[in-house]
Every structure is written in C-alpha cells, then in structure tokens.
C-alpha cells in the first residue's frame, strides 16, 4: 500500500517549457487534487476532481491543466510554463464520503518545481 | 473576504511545556475542521478531524477544540518533545461538497 505517489520530486524548467507531473493513489479514492505550495501562503488548490472523468478548478488555476481517466491517476501538466509557477507541488486524495463530505487528505510527497 | 489565520509564523517553547496553536477563521461555516503536521519537504500529514458539534477532540498528546461561535480552534500538544517540532496547518471545509481550504500554518519548534 504506497498510499499516494508523486513524480518527479525535483523539476527545473525553461520558461516556455511544457511538463506533467504525475500523481497516482492506491487507495480507490473518488477524491484528488493538486495543490501548490508557497512561502507564507499555504496550499492553494489549482484543479481537483471527485472522480474519473470529472475535473473542476480550484482557487488557482490558470495555466495548469488536468485529467482524471482513471481513479488511480491525476496528472498535472503545466501548459507553458513561467518564473511565477516556481512553487511546491503537493497530490492528495481522500475519500468522498457519504454527503459530498470530504475527509482527511492524503499527501504525496511533493515536486519542487523551478523555472528558470 | 473570507480568511483562515494562523496564530503566528513561528512558536518557541520549552520541551515539557504545552503548545497552544490557533485557527481563526471569517466567512466560513465549515462543518468541520482538521489539523496536519507537515515535516521540511514532506507533504502534509493529517492528525484530529473535529466537528462542528464537538467541542474537544484527543488523541494521545493532541487535544482540539472548535468554537463555531469564536470561529476558532485550539490545538494543544501537551508534554511537548523536540521530535514535535513541524509545521501544523488547520484545514477546513469551504461547505457542503466543497474543497479543503488550507491555513498559512505555524512553526513549531520545541527547544530541549
């Protein structure tokens, strides 16, 4: 049970670049979501989904893209990416209970993403 | 606008002695309200869940309390060790079927 998996830990991109971050859960969790993290600011929600085939956007969301084919799976990718997506990158999933309530979330490690 | 705070960046003190960690919260009625300890270049980790119709939550060393009408919780590490030493961010729901929202966090560093 490797809970929920991020790749790459470490990323350096040229602005303009396009990348994907990978996230997968073994959990069967309805629930996952990306999240950014930056100095004095908390995580921030970029997109989330409450299962496959379905996506929604968070308080975050421009120039990311996501997709959920799968329960397993929820890849970030970053269109084109800009200085001001240097940030952490952190995947979390957490079972979408009984009333649309939402439970305790599930970290991966994270992805310090640079852009240079 | 609606806002989480943290009680402050960074807390100092004496291992033994009990830690008191604050989550204020405007323009939110979240049904409940979590904590995370969350280590330097680790992803969070969930510790207490606590509903709006509890006032105290315990486990082990942690204790939360959630005040709907302060629009506050406490969380208190009794007997604190340098091994808590980490971040601890409160999280609360933004409604029914709504996503997490993330406090800014508070340091923690218990000194020996």
């Known amino acids: 049970n490797a809970g929920v998996t991020q790749t790459p830990k470490f990323q350096v991109l040229k602005t303009g670049q396009s990348m994907t971050l990978q996230c997968a859960q073994d959990?069967?969790?309805?629930?996952m979501s990306w999240y950014r993290q930056d100095p004095g600011m908390g995580l921030r929600l970029i997109h989330y989904?409450?299962?496959?085939?379905i996506t929604d956007q968070g308080e975050v969301p421009n120039g990311y893209n996501v997709s959920r084919s799968t329960t397993e799976d929820f890849p970030l990718r970053l269109l084109s990416a800009a200085p001001s997506q240097t940030s952490v990158y952190f995947c979390?999933?957490?079972?979408w209970g009984r009333g649309n309530m939402n439970t305790e979330a599930f970290f991966g490690q994270g992805t310090r993403l640079t852009v240079v | 606008s609606q806002k989480i705070e943290q009680n402050s960046e960074a807390l100092n003190i004496q291992e033994g002695k009990t830690a008191t960690l604050t989550c204020n919260y405007t323009n939110y009625s979240p049904a409940y309200l979590q904590w995370y300890r969350q280590d330097p270049g680790r992803g969070p980790v969930f510790l207490l869940l606590?509903?709006?119709?509890?006032k105290e939550k315990r486990k082990e060393r942690l204790k939360v309390t959630f005040d709907t009408t302060l629009k506050q919780s406490l969380f208190h590490i009794t007997a604190s060790q340098p091994a808590d030493s980490a971040t601890y961010l409160c999280?609360?729901?933004?409604?029914?079927?709504?996503?997490?929202?993330f406090g800014p966090g508070t340091r923690l560093s218990v000194l020996p």
């Open positions: 989904s409450v299962g496959a085939g």
């Open positions: 959990m069967n969790h309805e629930y």
């Open positions: 979390a999933s957490s079972y």
């Open positions: 606590i509903r709006e119709n509890e």
């Open positions: 999280a609360l729901d933004g409604g029914y079927g709504q996503n997490f929202v």
